[in-house]
């Protein structure tokens, strides 16, 4: 998939490639990964155990994963509030200890995505300080017309 996000006077692109946490894809993640200027590890908040799990991708991410990556953290389900099992300053508290990016979102119904791509837009460098092509990644500025993509 991909989301384009206008941030300021520049057009962010996001390709986006899920891997829904399987652990069949861990040998793979680090394809994924490469070259990336930003990661958005997932956990449900009604499944204490998945997170656990991401704090083994977020290991795996900062061993493996290029040194400046922007990684953000999303708590998915927030709909599902009722049924929480992970609470919310416990995954703020963690997303803080490693400097990411935190977010509770709801995919069903849209809640905070666009908010979780904003606050990864102004976490990355702009496009006049980016590295050259190769060696990081390369930002178009605006045009008139803005293309949104959806997730």
């Known amino acids: 998939m991909t989301k384009t996000v206008p941030y300021h006077n520049e057009l962010h692109k ?3 490639w899920d ?3 399987q652990e069949r894809f861990r040998a793979l993640a680090p394809m994924y990964y490469r070259g990336s200027t930003a990661a958005i590890i997932v ?8 997170f656990s799990t991401l704090k083994n991708w977020v290991k795996e991410l900062q061993q493996h994963g290029p040194p400046n990556i922007v ?7 927030c709909d599902l509030n009722d049924a929480r099992e992970v609470l919310e300053k416990d995954a703020k508290d963690y997303a803080d200890s490693i ?3 935190f977010v509770e979102t709801s995919a069903k119904n849209a809640i905070n995505i666009s908010e979780l791509f904003i606050e990864i837009s102004r976490r ?7 590295a050259t092509p190769g060696k990081g990644f390369k930002l178009r500025r605006q ?3 803005v293309e949104q993509n959806c997730c």
């Open 71 to 77: 990684v953000a953290i999303a708590g998915n389900k």
């Open 124 to 130: 990355l460098p702009s496009s006049s300080s980016a």
């Open 14 to 16: 996001f390709l986006i």
């Open 19 to 21: 891997t829904a946490g």
């Open 143 to 145: 045009s008139s017309e």
């Open 43 to 50: 956990y449900d908040i009604t499944k204490e155990e998945t």
């Open 99 to 101: 400097n990411a990016v």
